[in-house]
Nanobody, 125 residues
Framework: VQLQASGGGLVQPGGSLRLSCATS????????LAWFRQAPGKNRDGVSC????????YYADSAKGRFVASRDNAKNTVFLQMNNLEPEDTAVYFC???????????????????WGQGTEVTVSS
């Protein structure tokens, strides 16, 4: 199983980034893919989840209205479009995969079975 996150970088406040997570080694269609983030000295928190089969999405309150999760089933890849970025969004972003039974549990780092390496996002002027 592999999850390869990319797309992080340095961006000014108000800017945008698009993260990608290319996956292999599991049945992409039957899984939930998620983005988590971890800032220095803080817990790993859920940002968004997307049910690959039907595209249902869940977002943390901090992401609603600014971030959009999507997927490309043909390429076994998920994306996180992040707009209007704020310094508080600075963190290492991780993609993860598993079976999410309740949308309310999207934000918990307990449910994913597989994790990718992180990609660093820095929002600073």
């Amino acid at each position: 199983v592999q999850l390869q996150a990319s797309g992080g970088g340095l961006v000014q406040p108000g800017g945008s980034l698009r993260l990608s997570c290319a996956t292999s080694g599991f049945q992409f269609y039957y899984y939930t893919l998620a983005w988590f983030r971890q800032a220095p000295g803080k817990n790993r928190d859920g940002v968004s989840c997307i049910q690959v089969a039907d595209g249902t999405t869940y977002y943390a309150d901090s992401a609603k209205g600014r971030f959009v999760a999507s997927r490309d089933n043909a390429k076994n890849t998920v994306f996180l479009q992040m707009n209007n970025l704020e310094p508080e969004d600075t963190a290492v972003y991780f993609c993860a995969a598993g079976v999410l039974w309740r949308g309310s549990e999207c934000g918990s780092p307990e449910w994913p079975e597989h994790w990718g390496q992180g990609t660093e996002v820095t929002v600073s002027s």
